[in-house]
């Protein structure tokens, strides 16, 4: 099949299409129009998270059409399906964010249920929301059938009283209106130019993070990321990559092929690069999971610690996601990494190129200081920073970029919800020095895993960013900046030791050395794990009890089945 005609009798579509057995399968197809030559040829999915929940989807239907036309062109038919999304952004700050990684599940099962149940022999994906870019990756590497990934684009920055913002402002300023220091007219101002189009969130938060990771991990096309979503050359992308997938077929190259340790270790370096989100530390382990390698929060934080932070965006920058587009995208990072030696050039692209070959032309914009020459980085060390010690056997993350001071200690104020945590911040009912712990939200804890923006931008906007700490065995937005510690494992929900500290005990945060620890010693953590006693979640029926009685560590991923290494036949092999 490489580089030549597509033999149909080795793809899985033949077990819906050929033999005289399949007469009542075809009749569905030409039911639905197709013709006796269409019926023939690849069925390639075409997949979306369309859907009207958030301005990161409503542009992907759009973009889906013109995907569809570069299948055909390509000689291949093309099957539109949509799954579904939660927005972080309005999931946030209440109990709807518990559905937000359990959606990145959804996403990928029910895309591998569509895909298994119609024989699809090929994948383009399109997506937008922070959990549905890596739910498509982590179902084409499951199926490891010829998959081409793109992302849907951010969203334009918004301009408030002469400034570019964000949605990341709109969470501070219900931080300072609760300070007295916005007037509600001035915060009803700033949310209605906040998200002046559609797209994702600007800045480099998760989704414009795992945007970077496929053009990196080589899932995507180069610059495919970059456009924001308004801009019509994202549909010249969109076609591109449904022409794409089809020359996979023929060269017979698979995400399996792509998605190598070598292309993890890549993605992980754009992340640390661009001082990206620490959700990026989550997908990661889950996208390696799906090929079966064993990619964890260890591996991840020591890459991230070796790696120079060069790429000045949002939260703990000053620019966005149109910024870096607008002087050559993810490929300008991509191309000082490799030239500084932190880039495996060797690596297989959907291109069926390597990412050196794939670079080869790109050059180093003039007259901007949105991304900086790898020999002048903003920091030596990466923007997100691994953790460890007996407050986190399992480890911790932590985003430093922007950061000036990386080393807290102070006395614990622990919360046992978001909800508890949200409402003393506040009432002001915390003091400086403090680190406010917030427990029993991780995967299975929560359940769910919920991110914390909005008692992160409270306390932001009071104030106090840079004078207090925050340390969760849940997660925090791609949009949060200040001392915010996440994904501290074990969780409280399996007895963790996060989950048997006190009010007062002594934390210290020490980002130079990777330690998070407590000052309390073995020999009294034991005896008040003798006393602890597992708490039962409010969710005792439906999705969310079900992703708790599955759902591992955050360590490895967070992930709900055995992963590619459990496998006895992949898809790709029917």
């Known amino acids: 099949m490489k580089g030549g005609k597509i033999d149909k009798a080795m793809l899985p579509s033949r077990h819906v299409t050929e033999g005289p057995e399949r007469a009542p399968h075809r009749s569905f197809y030409y039911a639905m129009g197709l013709t006796e030559k269409e019926i023939h040829q690849p069925f390639v999915g075409v997949v979306t998270t369309w859907n009207e929940a958030a301005p990161c989807n409503i542009t992907l239907g759009r973009q889906a059409q013109w995907a569809k036309k570069g299948v055909k062109a390509a000689g291949g038919t093309p099957r539109e399906f949509t799954t579904i999304t939660v927005t972080d952004g309005i999931a946030m700050g209440h109990q709807g964010m518990k559905s937000s990684l359990i959606s990145r599940e959804v996403i990928a099962d029910s895309t591998e249920l569509t895909v298994r149940g119609h024989c699809y022999d090929a994948l383009v994906g399109l997506a937008g929301c922070d959990k549905s870019l890596p739910g498509l990756m982590m179902a084409m590497v499951r199926l490891n059938i010829p998959s081409v990934f793109m992302?849907?684009?951010?969203?334009?920055?918004?301009?408030?009283?002469?400034?570019?913002?964000?949605?990341?402002?709109?969470?501070?300023?219900?931080?300072?209106?609760?300070?007295?220091?916005?007037?509600?007219?001035?915060?009803?101002?700033?949310?209605?130019?906040?998200?002046?189009?559609?797209?994702?969130?600007?800045?480099?938060?998760?989704?414009?993070?795992?945007?970077?990771?496929?053009?990196?991990?080589?899932?995507?096309?180069?610059?495919?990321?970059?456009?924001?979503?308004?801009?019509?050359?994202?549909?010249?992308?969109?076609?591109?990559?449904?022409?794409?997938?089809?020359?996979?077929?023929?060269?017979?190259?698979?995400?399996?092929?792509?998605?190598?340790?070598?292309?993890?270790?890549?993605?992980?370096?754009?992340?640390?690069?661009?001082?990206?989100?620490?959700?990026?530390?989550?997908?990661?382990?889950?996208?390696?999971?799906?090929?079966?390698?064993?990619?964890?929060?260890?591996?991840?934080?020591?890459?991230?610690?070796s790696t120079p932070y060069i790429a000045d965006l949002k939260p703990g920058g000053r620019y966005v996601a149109k910024d870096m587009y607008q002087i050559g995208g993810v490929q300008v990072v991509l191309n000082e990494l490799f030239k500084g030696g932190y880039i495996h050039g060797d690596c297989l692209t959907v291109t069926g190129k390597t990412i050196e070959q794939n670079l080869k032309g790109v050059k180093f914009p003039k007259d901007q200081d949105v991304v900086r020459p790898i020999t002048n980085p903003i920091t030596p060390t990466g923007g997100v920073v691994g953790l460890k010690?007996?407050?986190?056997?399992?480890?911790?993350?932590?985003?430093?970029?922007?950061?000036?001071?990386?080393?807290?200690?102070?006395?614990?104020?622990?919360?046992?919800?978001?909800?508890?945590?949200?409402?003393?911040?506040?009432?002001?009912?915390?003091?400086?020095?403090?680190?406010?712990?917030?427990?029993?939200?991780?995967?299975?804890?929560?359940?769910?895993?919920?991110?914390?923006?909005?008692?992160?931008?409270?306390?932001?906007?009071?104030?106090?960013?840079?004078?207090?700490?925050?340390?969760?065995?849940?997660?925090?937005?791609?949009?949060?900046?200040?001392?915010?510690?996440?994904?501290?494992?074990?969780?409280?929900?399996?007895?963790?030791?996060?989950?048997?500290?006190?009010?007062?005990?002594?934390?210290?945060?020490?980002?130079?050395?990777?330690?998070?620890?407590?000052?309390?010693?073995?020999?009294?953590?034991?005896?008040?794990?003798?006393?602890?006693?597992?708490?039962?979640?409010?969710?005792?029926?439906?999705?969310?009890?079900?992703?708790?009685?599955?759902?591992?560590?955050?360590?490895?991923?967070?992930?709900?089945?055995?992963?590619?290494?459990?496998?006895?036949?992949?898809?790709?092999?029917?």
């Open 151 to 305: 992302y849907g684009g951010s969203i334009l920055p918004g301009r408030f009283r002469g400034k570019d913002v964000t949605v990341m402002d709109v969470f501070e300023g219900v931080g300072k209106y609760a300070a007295g220091e916005m007037k509600p007219a001035d915060l009803h101002e700033l949310e209605c130019v906040a998200c002046p189009s559609a797209g994702s969130c600007g800045g480099q938060f998760t989704a414009n993070t795992m945007a970077c990771v496929s053009e990196a991990i080589g899932l995507a096309l180069p610059g495919s990321a970059g456009a924001p979503a308004p801009y019509e050359t994202r549909d010249q992308y969109a076609e591109a990559s449904g022409k794409q997938v089809m020359e996979l077929i023929r060269l017979g190259i698979r995400p399996r092929d792509i998605v190598t340790r070598k292309a993890l270790e890549n993605a992980a370096r754009v992340v640390a690069a661009t001082g990206g989100s620490t959700n990026g530390a989550l997908h990661l382990p889950a996208i390696a999971h799906e090929a079966g390698i064993r990619f964890d929060l260890d591996d991840v934080a020591r890459i991230f610690k």
């Open 389 to 574: 010690g007996n407050l986190a056997p399992r480890g911790a993350i932590v985003k430093v970029a922007g950061m000036h001071r990386l080393k807290h200690v102070g006395p614990a104020r622990v919360f046992d919800s978001e909800e508890a945590a949200f409402e003393a911040v506040q009432a002001k009912k915390y003091k400086e020095g403090d680190v406010i712990v917030i427990r029993y939200e991780g995967p299975k804890g929560g359940p769910g895993m919920r991110e914390m923006l909005s008692t992160t931008s409270a306390i932001y906007g009071q104030g106090m960013g840079e004078k207090v700490a925050l340390l969760t065995d849940g997660r925090f937005s791609g949009a949060t900046r200040g001392f915010c510690v996440g994904h501290v494992g074990p969780e409280a929900a399996v007895g963790g030791p996060i989950g048997l500290i006190k009010n007062g005990d002594i934390v210290t945060i020490d980002a130079v050395k990777g330690i998070l620890s407590v000052d309390v010693s073995a020999r009294e953590m034991a005896a008040r794990k003798k006393k602890w006693k597992p708490r039962k979640t409010e969710y005792q029926s439906g999705a969310l009890w079900k992703y708790a009685q599955t759902v591992g560590d955050a360590h490895d991923g967070a992930v709900t089945h055995p992963g590619g290494k459990a496998e006895v036949e992949c898809y790709a092999d029917i």
